[in-house]
């Protein structure tokens, strides 16, 4: 697999991310084992998870999973700031809470550092000066190597980067939704990634599946859209608004011999700014479908009619 530079920082990262959202709850232990072996072995390095996922399992499990000298050979990304303890989604990037979730973390994770530690999200309660000060902290304290944030528009990447700059720490990443039927990062995010040097990280690459076709007929037992935990994530791109988008990937898939969550997932991988969309599946035969758009670049024609058609979610 290809590798590309996080921003503007010297990090390489393979341009697949594996995300592990649903490790825990879906994806059992054992199958994580066998995404992540498969995803390593085809040159696969950046592993994407977060505090609150699956209350913390994904993060235990990861620990399980990267013992020994296996941790040196990826690139470890988490994110603090969001939890559901108590059952509801909490937004707190406090300094407070911020650097108790990274403690906890890396505990579960039995390392002591991440590569790169995100704040999950924008925090309206929180002032932004706080959130930087635990970015800072990780940094000089050696807990994490690098920084970054999640699901910040551009004014607010901006601001959050112009605050670590003044502290001599660079903003290297921001990783929000983007795919084919949400296209609002190219408003203004885009361009200020490019312009200020930091990379794209897309969650969702495939519109919470329905870009892969999973939902055009019937809803499978085992799809997210089918799961009461995941229904109502799942569930936003599903409907009349999307299906034009979704019969133009068809269509490509088709002409192209490939699946058509690959020609969604090499659209949005080198849409300017993208360093690598974090890709989720539950199984090793979904992830190596996935991989097959490591070989494949899309012809001009077919990405201007994708741009044509789904003009409407930008």
Avoid at 84 to 106: F, I, K, P, Y
Avoid at 169 to 198: H, I, K, N, Q, W
Avoid at 267 to 280: K, L, M, Y
Avoid at 296 to 309: C, H, N, R, S, T
């Amino acid at each position: 697999m290809l590798a590309r530079r996080l921003g503007a920082s010297g990090l390489a990262v393979s341009r697949l991310g594996l995300g592990t959202m649903a490790w825990g709850t879906r994806t059992s232990a054992e199958d994580a084992r066998d995404l992540l072996s498969a995803f390593r072995a085809a040159g696969g390095t950046l592993v994407d998870t977060a505090h609150g996922y699956a209350g913390g399992a994904a993060e235990e499990i990861i620990g399980d999973l990267l013992e020994g000298p296996d941790r040196d050979e990826v690139v470890l990304l988490t994110k603090a700031g969001i939890s559901r303890a108590s059952g509801n989604r909490v937004v707190d990037c406090s300094r407070w809470a911020m650097m108790r979730q990274l403690e906890t973390s890396l505990s579960r994770m039995r390392t002591d550092h991440v590569d790169v530690w995100l704040a999950h999200t924008w925090d309206d309660q929180t002032p932004i000066e706080e959130t930087v000060s635990a970015l800072v902290w990780a940094v000089e304290s050696g807990r994490a190597r690098y920084v970054g944030v999640s699901n910040h528009v551009g004014w607010q990447a901006a601001r959050t980067m112009s605050l670590l700059a003044a502290a001599g720490v660079p903003l290297v990443a921001d990783s929000v939704e983007y795919s084919l039927v949400s296209r609002l990062p190219e408003r203004e995010l885009a361009g200020a990634s490019t312009a200020l040097g930091f990379g794209l990280l897309p969650w969702s690459p495939l519109g919470r599946g329905v870009l892969g076709g999973r939902y055009s007929r019937t809803v499978t037992a085992d799809s997210r859209l089918a799961s009461e935990e995941f229904a109502g994530f799942a569930g936003r791109h599903v409907g009349d608004h999307t299906r034009g988008v979704v019969d133009a990937v068809r269509t490509a898939a088709t002409g192209l011999g490939v699946s058509p969550a690959v020609v969604a997932l090499t659209w949005v991988r080198d849409r300017p700014g993208v360093v690598a969309p974090i890709i989720g599946p539950r199984t090793t035969a979904q992830l190596v479908v996935l991989l097959d758009s490591d070989d494949l670049e899309l012809p001009e024609q077919i990405v201007a009619a994708l741009d044509e058609v789904s003009v409407e979610h930008s």
